[in-house]
């Protein structure tokens, strides 16, 4: 099982973050950015932010597998918050899971083995199966790999967002889902108040990280309504 949950009050954290350039990524980012209480953020990914501030350091790898060198990265970080993902749309069981499942662990056992205890925030997503046996693949696949994640002696929470709303200029990297945004973006805001249990955005996702981080999670499992409580709880401070 994970590591029990405590406040842990950090003077400056040190973040490492996977996946800055998603959308959900992005939003983390730049709340990180904008926390006075975030020293720096190291960014990992297969292409570069774009992005310059004093307190982003990047580290682009062709090959997120290979690990060589990379470990020396890590010293000093207080907690990872592991956004990459990608869509399981049209994609094979085995190379959906060797990104979803196995980049992941490869990853948070580095830093179990390095960093023990440390927090790390997994984005996974709504309806995931817990129980890694359903018949559909991405649900069982990320229940695999949240249920792998609780096992190692990390601080580890896991963010299920169902409907996510980008934020502040951010957009979708996939074509189909910019142009969904365009449309439904407007009404996802109106009916946001009303649905807190479906809907959350980019900003909340990455405000309850950074609370998270410094004060533990209500539970190890954070849905949609939860990530919103949290991040209110983050604003309110």
């Given amino acids: 099982m994970g590591v029990e949950y405590h406040d ?7 973040v490492l973050l996977f996946g800055a350039t998603g959308m959900i990524g992005q939003g983390v980012l730049r709340e990180c950015l904008l926390d006075d209480g975030v020293e720096s953020v190291l960014a990992v990914g297969r292409a570069a932010t774009g992005r310059s501030h004093p307190k982003l350091s990047e580290l682009v790898r062709r090959d997120l597998f290979d690990s060589a060198g990379i470990e020396a990265e890590f010293a000093g970080l207080d907690a ?13 069981e085995q190379d959906y899971s060797r990104i979803t499942f196995d980049l992941t662990l490869a990853v948070a056992s580095t830093l179990a083995k390095l960093r023990p205890g440390m927090t790390f925030i997994y984005v996974s997503g709504a309806g995931t199966d817990s129980t890694g046996r359903g018949r559909i ?7 695999r790999t949240e249920n792998a994640l609780l096992a190692l002696p990390l601080r580890t929470c896991i963010f299920r967002p169902a409907a996510i709303r980008p934020l502040d200029g ?26 807190p249990s479906l809907i959350t955005t980019t900003e909340a996702v990455g405000r309850a990280m950074l609370e998270v981080a410094r004060h533990g999670a209500p539970a190890p499992i954070l849905e949609s309504r939860d990530i919103n409580r949290v991040a209110g709880r983050r604003t309110l401070q």
């Fill in 8 to 14: 842990v009050s950090w003077e400056a954290m040190n």
């Fill in 80 to 92: 990872c918050f592991f956004c990459l993902g990608v869509s399981s749309a049209g994609m094979s």
């Fill in 137 to 143: 693949t991405w649900a069982r696949v990320k229940g």
């Fill in 170 to 195: 951010i957009r979708a990297r996939t074509r189909w889902y910019r142009i969904f945004y365009v449309f439904a973006g407007p009404l996802m805001g109106l009916l946001e108040p009303l649905f």
